[in-house]
């Protein structure tokens, strides 16, 4: 960003926190459509990332006054991202779904550090499965969020127990490969952060 851009934001930051509504139009103009592009790709639904966005821009008006922000653009874009993760929290995963995070022994006690990368961590499962084969995703989703037993899964699929468990393989391999391949290069991401 150049520093007259930047110049620009912090100005109308100044007045939008003063009740601006013209500096309030203008940052929603240039930041709307971005936010809604990177909400659109973490859910994958236009009126829910609609929604999230629209969420975000009522919060930002409400507590204007209040609000200690630097940079604009990281902090909307942060807001974004919090609010998709929220949004897949409680709407996408289930109990159940809880249990096979703590199966791969990605939670840890407690705290702001490990919500965050709790909600990380479920997304990067439902993106995983949505890369597999219907089939695939049907039978981890029947094991691991319904608690069915792999015999009961054949039974109700008409296949072997051994297809079921090849499949669950499958997954798991997939969700691993993927969590792995999420947190080196959330590694790397700091580490070039740390050297500017």
């Not at 219907?134 to 297809?163: D, T, V």
Request: charged content about 25%; some cysteine.
């Amino acid at each position: 960003m150049s520093a007259t851009k930047s110049n620009s934001n912090k100005l109308l930051l100044e007045e939008f926190k003063n009740g601006n509504q013209k500096a309030f139009r203008k940052l929603f103009d240039l930041f709307w459509e971005p936010m809604f592009v990177k909400a659109k790709a973490i859910v994958m639904d236009n009126g829910i990332a609609k929604d999230i966005v629209q969420d975000i821009w009522v919060s930002l008006w409400q507590k204007r006054e209040d609000l200690e922000i630097r940079n604009f653009e990281a902090y909307v874009y942060k807001s974004v991202n919090y609010g998709c993760f929220k949004y897949l929290r409680d709407n996408k995963f289930s109990a159940a779904q809880l249990q096979v995070i703590e199966s791969l022994e990605l939670i840890s006690k407690s705290n702001v550090e490990n919500q965050h990368n709790l909600d990380q961590t479920q997304f990067v499962i439902e993106k995983s499965l949505t890369g597999l084969p219907p089939r695939c995703q049907q039978i981890f989703r029947l094991s691991r969020m319904e608690a069915i037993s792999n015999e009961e899964i054949a039974s109700r699929l008409g296949i072997s127990k051994r297809s079921v468990e090849n499949q669950m393989s499958i997954a798991l391999k997939s969700i691993r490969e993927n969590l792995t391949l999420t947190q080196s290069s959330l590694t790397s991401l700091i580490i070039f952060a740390t050297l500017l």
